[in-house]
């Protein structure tokens, strides 16, 4: 059975995003191993230098590092990452199953991003769009998308 974490900096409070998400893990309960980390974001001052940015940045990628597990199939999300569709998405699922990752774990940084380096290390580098969204409506599209590719592979009409 596929394993898929999603490794979270900062808490979700918004009680209309945390609905959203826990329908999607709801449904991703018998499907797959499914689970969300959230971890501490840094803090930083209110108007953060670059360098302020980049060791809280640091920081948070050293106790991501300590949560991916172990053999884990690591996708970052960031900006600039390659855009998949959903089709796309379900084959890296099947891909990464016939391969025998049967753990995918998806890095999800603070507003700030991710770590250049953990980026690197990352096999794949996720971007959901060129547009911006709200941090946490973000989670929720990809919970989503994680249930689409899922449902794609299972030859369902949920994917039309």
Same mark, same amino acid.
């Given at each position: 059975?596929?394993?898929?974490t999603?490794?979270?900096v900062?808490?979700?409070?918004?009680?209309?995003?945390?609905?959203a998400f826990?329908?999607?893990?709801?449904?991703?309960?018998?499907?797959c191993?499914f689970?969300?980390?959230?971890l501490?974001e840094?803090?930083?001052p !209110?108007?953060? @230098?670059? +360098? %302020?940015? =980049? &060791?809280?940045?640091?920081?948070?990628?050293e106790?991501?590092?300590r949560? /991916?597990?172990?053999g884990a199939?690591v996708?970052a999300?960031?900006?600039?990452? !390659?855009?998949k @569709?959903? +089709? %796309?998405? =379900? &084959?890296?699922?099947?891909?990464?199953?016939?391969?025998?990752?049967?753990r /995918?774990?998806?890095v999800v940084g603070?507003?700030?991003?991710?770590?250049?380096?953990l980026?690197?290390?990352?096999?794949l580098?996720l971007?959901?769009?060129?547009?911006t969204?709200?941090h946490?409506l973000?989670?929720?599209?990809?919970?989503?998308?994680?249930?689409?590719?899922?449902?794609i592979?299972?030859?369902?009409?949920?994917?039309?």
């Amino acid at each position: 059975m596929l394993s898929i974490t999603l490794l979270c900096v900062g808490k979700m409070r918004e009680k209309h995003y945390i609905a959203a998400f826990e329908e999607y893990a709801k449904r991703l309960a018998p499907l797959c191993r499914f689970e969300q980390l959230e971890l501490a974001e840094q803090r930083l001052p !209110q108007n953060p @230098s670059q +360098a %302020e940015i =980049a &060791a809280g940045l640091k920081k948070e990628s050293e106790e991501l590092r300590r949560h /991916i597990p172990s053999g884990a199939y690591v996708v970052a999300m960031c900006i600039e990452g !390659q855009q998949k @569709s959903s +089709a %796309e998405l =379900a &084959a890296l699922f099947e891909s990464c199953a016939n391969t025998g990752k049967s753990r /995918i774990c998806f890095v999800v940084g603070s507003s700030y991003g991710l770590d250049e380096e953990l980026k690197r290390e990352a096999q794949l580098r996720l971007s959901m769009s060129k547009m911006t969204f709200p941090h946490h409506l973000a989670r929720v599209m990809l919970a989503e998308q994680i249930y689409r590719g899922i449902m794609i592979n299972e030859g369902s009409r949920y994917h039309k």
